[in-house]
């Protein structure tokens, strides 16, 4: 416990702003969801530049092509 006194807080929104700072798009999804492993997410970048979902469905939709 005493290791955790000075440790610095949570950065997630620093970290969501330098990555909008260089032009990416941050993505929203749940820390953790129990039956989705990461190898279930996998979409290379080239496969949805340029793409906007409008809902969940349709990004699973398009991870299925």
Do not use: M, Q, W
């Amino acid at each position: 416990a005493a290791d955790n006194e000075n440790a610095r807080p949570h950065t997630s929104l620093k970290t969501e702003e330098a990555i909008i700072e260089l032009g990416r798009t941050v993505l929203p999804h749940p820390p953790y969801i129990p039956d989705l492993i990461p190898s279930d997410c996998h979409l290379s970048e080239d496969a949805i530049r340029g793409k906007s979902f409008r809902s969940d469905d349709e990004f699973s939709e398009e991870k299925k092509k």
